[in-house]
C-alpha cells in the first residue's frame, strides 16, 4: 500500500551528502521497520535509516502547508554588488584657454590688470600665469613679459622635454637642470626691463606659475602664490548596477600654499630669487584630463585656503572646454559675478586652463 510519510532523517555523515527527494514517494516493500527504500531522481532505489519511524500504516498524513511553511522560513541571501573602478584614459586632443582680468579694487584706484597670462596647446601643452607685486610700480609690465617669455622658452625647450617628460623613467638630475635653466630664463627677463626702462628689477617683480605637460609626465613650478589644480576621472561601476555609478571627477591641488614668512608675503621672480624658494616637481600625466594654473586673486574663490578643496566650477570650466564649448567671455562674466566678488578683497583674476577628452 502506498502512502506519504514525513520522517526525520539521522544526521548524515561529514563524508556522506545526504539524498534530497522532496517529491518521490516512498515506496515499502517488505522492509525492515527502521528503514525506507526511496527512488531518487537517477531512478535507482536508495535505501536511508530513519529514527523511531512508525509502521508506514500508523504513520500520520503530512499537513500540505508544511513545505510551504519551511519554505517561507528560510533565511533571506543579501546581494552584496561587487564595486570595481577605472582611471578614464585622455586621447591626447587637448583644448586650451586662459584670460586675466583687472579687479574691482584696482579698477576704483585706476591700475592697470597686474596678472598675465600664456598658453600653448602645440608642440606640447604650456600654461603660465604671472601675477606682478602690488608693491612694484611697473609690475603689470614684469608680468606680462614673464608670461610671454617662459611661454616661448617652453616652445624651444621642444628637445629637452622630450627627454623629461615623454619618457616613463623620472629622471631627478634633468629634472632639476631644467627647473635651474628657467629660473635664470625668468631672471634674466627682469634683468633686460630693468635695464630696458632704466629701473631697478624689484619695480618689475612677479609670481611664477607653470605647467607643461608630457606624455608621462608633467612639470610644475611655483613661485610665489596662487594654485596649481590637476583633474583625473574615474569611472565606478557595480555589478549588479547601482545608482551612484557613473563617472566621478577627482581635482587636486599641486605645491603649497607659496607663503613667505609672514603673513601677506609671498615669494617673486627678482634679483634675491633662490633656489631654495622655488616649489617644482614631476607628476603622472597617465590619467590626466586636465589642469590649471591661477592668480590668487582666482584661486580665492575656487580653492580652498589650506588647498584641500577645489571648487565643482573648476570641474565645469574643464569639462566646457574639452567640449570647446568655454568662451573668454564666460570666464570673465564668472570673475565679475557678484558671487564671486562679495567678501572678495577685488584683487585681479587670472586662470589658464587645458583639458582633453578621454576614453573610460
Sequence with gaps: MMSKNRQRKKSAPLSQAPVVAPTVEAEVANNAPNTV?????????????????????DSQPV???????????????????????????????????????????????NLPCQDAVACQSSPRVCLVVCDGAGSSVVSELGANALAQGMSLLCHSLEAFWVDLLDSPTTHDALLEKM????????????????????????DFRSTL????????????????????VIEQIEHRFSVPALPSDGRVTMLSTLGELGKGEFANQTTFVDELLKFSDVQFGLQSSEFLTACAAMS?????????????????????????????????????????????????????????????????
Aim: aromatic share 6%; proline share 3%; charged share 20%.
Design 37 to 57: 527504500t526511496v527512488l531518487a531522481e537517477t531512478n535507482q532505489p536508495v535505501v536511508i535509516e530513519v529514527e523511531n519511524a512508525l509502521p508506514v500504516a
Design 179 to 202: 627647473t635651474r635653466l628657467v629660473l635664470r630664463h625668468a631672471k634674466g627677463i627682469m634683468t633686460q626691463l630693468a635695464t630696458q626702462h632704466k629701473r631697478e628689477a624689484r
Design 296 to 360: 590668487d586673486g582666482a584661486a580665492e574663490k575656487l580653492v580652498s585656503l589650506n588647498q584641500q578643496h577645489v571648487a565643482g566650477r573648476v570641474s565645469q570650466w574643464f569639462d566646457a572646454l574639452r567640449q570647446q564649448r568655454l568662451a573668454r567671455k564666460t570666464v570673465t562674466q564668472a570673475f565679475y559675478s557678484e558671487d564671486f566678488n562679495k567678501n572678495s578683497t577685488g584683487d585681479d583674476r587670472s586662470i589658464a586652463l587645458a583639458a582633453c577628452g578621454f576614453v573610460g
Design 63 to 109: 499537513a500540505k502547508d508544511t513545505a510551504q511553511t519551511i519554505a517561507n522560513d528560510a533565511p533571506k541571501t543579501e546581494i552584496i554588488p561587487e564595486r570595481f573602478a577605472s582611471w578614464c584614459v585622455p586621447n591626447g586632443q587637448w583644448q586650451v584657454l586662459a584670460e586675466a582680468v583687472v579687479g574691482l579694487s584696482h579698477r576704483d584706484k
Design 209 to 228: 606659475l607653470m605647467l607643461v605637460v608630457g606624455k608621462a609626465h608633467l612639470f610644475w613650478l611655483k613661485v610665489g602664490d596662487g594654485a596649481l
